[in-house]
């Protein structure tokens, strides 16, 4: 299958705070991926 879109970010924007998230390539085949809050 061939990859489309190597990196990428989202956003949750709630009432009470705003997630951020982002997937990038990792060692390997594998995907790393962070999750932050902000206030």
């Keep these: ?15 009470a705070d705003v997630k951020a998230c982002i997937r990038i390539p990792g060692p390997g085949k594998r995907r790393r991926q962070e999750v932050r809050t902000f206030a």
């Design 1 to 15: 299958m061939e990859t489309l879109v190597e990196r990428c970010a989202g956003l949750d924007i709630g009432k």
